[in-house]
C-alpha cells in the first residue's frame, strides 16, 4: 500500500517547487507569508488556484501508566517517549465558481510502540459542486462532514487546546477512518444559520481487530454489530450570531487567536440503524441503533483589535445511546501494549473507558494575552478543559481534565504546547459494580511543537 503513496510524492515536490517560485514572486507582506500556504493561481482574479498545506505535531511525553501495564510481558510504571502525534499534507483547488476538490494524507499516532514505517493514508478525498451559491453545496467521496456537535469534525491545525476533543469522537477507527467515511453531504448558509447534513457508508467492525464483538456469557451490555452495517445519517446545525465562520471545509475552529469575534449555538444528531447488538437475559441477540444528539456553544472574542487579546468559551452536552451498558477504552498513542492480573477496568498504559451509552459534559476555557506579550518571540495563552462522562456501565463519574499553556510563536505555524492531565482509574469490586479509585488517579505530561504552513 505504501508503494501506491509513493507514486504520488514526486509529484507533491514538484509541486511544491512550482508553487513556491510563484509564491515567492508575490507581493507578499513579511507577516503574511505564511498566511495562506502555498498557493498556485489559475486566474488572474485569485479566484481559482490550487493550494498546498502541511503540518507536523511532534510529543516529547511523561506518562504514569495504568496499574497492571506491560511492553512485551514487561511491567512498565511510568513511560518517556517521543512520538508524531499528526502529519498532515492537503491539496486543496477552487477549479472554478462552482467546483472544489479536497484531498488530505497523512499519519496518526506514531510512537516507538507503533509499527514500524506507518503508512501515509488519505484522510480525504473529496469532490463538490455548488447548487446555489452560498446556500447549497453538494459532496462526495472520503469526508469528515460529521454531525452532533462541533468539533466532531475538528480543525487539527488550529486546536484550542494540547490535542482534539476526541471525547466527540466515540465511532473514532471504529466504523470510520479516523471519523471520515465515505458518503454523499450537503452544506450552506442561509441569512446566519449554518448547516451540514450527511449520509455515508460505515466501515465494517471486522476491519479493526481491536474492536470487542459480543462475547457468549455478556447479558444486556451492548457492543458494535458484525452484520453487514446500514447507512449512517448525521447532521449539525448552528446560528452564527457575531462573525460568520467559513463552511469551505468540513473541520472547525478551536481558537481564531484574536482575529474574530465569534458566538455560535449548535444542535447534532447522529443515526445509525442496528449498529449495536447485545444478548439480554435470555440470551437472544437484540439489535439496537446508534444514536446521539448534542447541543454546543462556541465563544471566541477578541477584547482589543489591535492589541488581538481574547478569551474562548467553549461547552457542550451530548447523550450517546449505543445499546444497555455499552463503554470502551481508549489510550492517545497508548504507552503499553499488555497487561498483567494487576490492571484495572480502565486498561493499560494511558487507556480511560472514555466512550459509554449515557451523558457527556466537556468544556474548554483560554485565555489569549496580548500579541506582543513576549515581544518578538510571540504571546501566551493558558487553557483549561474537562470532561465528565455520566456513564450508566460506571459507577461514578468519569472525569478528565486538562491543564496547559500554549506558546504562540508564529499564530498556529509555530506553537509549543505545554499540558497537565489527570485521567481516573476504574476497577470492578466484588459486587460486579465499576467504580473509580480515587487515590489511584494517573496524570500525564506532554509537550507538543507544531509547525505548519
Known amino acids: 500500500m505504501i508503494k501506491k503513496h509513493l507514486v504520488a510524492l514526486p509529484f507533491l515536490l514538484v509541486f511544491i517547487s512550482i508553487t513556491s517560485k510563484v509564491y515567492a514572486q508575490q507581493p507578499i507582506k513579511s507577516e503574511n507569508k505564511l498566511k495562506n500556504g502555498l498557493k498556485f493561481y489559475l486566474s488572474n482574479d485569485s479566484t481559482k488556484y490550487i493550494k498546498a498545506t502541511g503540518l507536523a505535531q511532534l510529543w516529547l511525553r511523561y506518562t504514569d501508566n495504568n496499574p497492571g501495564s506491560t511492553v512485551y510481558g514487561k511491567e512498565i510504571k511510568e513511560t518517556y517517549d517521543v512520538g508524531v502525534r499528526r502529519m498532515r499534507y492537503q491539496v486543496l483547488a477552487q477549479l472554478n465558481k462552482r467546483v472544489f476538490f479536497y484531498s488530505q494524507i497523512g499519519i496518526n499516532s506514531a510512537n516507538n510502540l507503533s509499527a514500524r514505517k506507518t503508512p501515509i493514508f488519505f484522510h480525504d478525498v473529496t469532490a463538490e459542486y455548488t447548487v446555489a451559491k452560498k446556500y447549497l453545496t453538494i459532496g462526495l467521496g472520503l469526508n469528515g462532514w460529521n454531525g452532533v456537535s462541533r468539533y466532531t469534525s475538528s480543525g487539527v491545525g488550529n486546536i484550542l487546546c494540547l490535542d482534539l476533543p476526541i471525547i466527540q469522537e466515540p465511532t473514532n477507527d471504529v466504523i470510520d477512518q479516523f471519523v471520515r467515511k465515505n458518503g454523499i453531504y450537503a452544506k450552506g448558509k442561509v441569512s446566519a444559520f449554518d448547516y451540514r447534513v450527511s449520509v455515508s457508508n460505515p466501515y465494517p467492525i471486522q476491519q479493526n481487530s481491536s474492536t470487542a464483538t459480543l462475547p457468549i456469557n455478556d447479558t444486556n451490555i451492548s457492543y458494535f454489530s458484525t452484520n453487514p452495517p446500514k447507512l449512517h445519517y448525521q447532521g449539525y446545525f448552528m446560528w452564527q450570531f457575531l462573525e460568520e465562520e467559513s463552511n469551505q ?171 497537565y492531565q489527570s485521567r481516573p482509574i476504574f476497577h470492578t469490586n466484588a459486587n460486579g459494580l465499576i467504580k473509580e479509585t480515587k487515590s489511584a488517579r494517573r496524570g500525564s505530561i506532554i509537550l507538543q511543537y507544531q509547525v505548519m504552513f
Open 249 to 419: 471545509l468540513p473541520y472547525m475552529t478551536g481558537s481564531y487567536l484574536g482575529k474574530k469575534r465569534v458566538l455560535n449555538i449548535g444542535s447534532g444528531f447522529s443515526y445509525q440503524e442496528n449498529a449495536m447488538w447485545n444478548r439480554n437475559n435470555l440470551g437472544d441477540t437484540v439489535s439496537t441503533a446508534l444514536q446521539q444528539i448534542g447541543v454546543d456553544v462556541f465563544f471566541d472574542y477578541y477584547l482589543n483589535k489591535e492589541k488581538e487579546n481574547a478569551i474562548t468559551i467553549y461547552a457542550s452536552y451530548i447523550n450517546n445511546d449505543f445499546g444497555p451498558n455499552y463503554i470502551r477504552t481508549a489510550g492517545i498513542m497508548n504507552t503499553a501494549n499488555g497487561a498483567n492480573s494487576k490492571v484495572s477496568f480502565s486498561g493499560y498504559g494511558n487507556s480511560i473507558p472514555l466512550y459509554g451509552t449515557g451523558q457527556v459534559v466537556y468544556s474548554q476555557f483560554a485565555y489569549l494575552f496580548r500579541k506582543d506579550l513576549l515581544k518578538s518571540e510571540g504571546t501566551l495563552q493558558p487553557y483549561v478543559s474537562c470532561i465528565v462522562g455520566n456513564y450508566k456501565r460506571l459507577d461514578a463519574p468519569m472525569i478528565v481534565y486538562d491543564l496547559g499553556l500554549n506558546w504562540i510563536q508564529a499564530g498556529q505555524n509555530s506553537k509549543v504546547s505545554l499540558d
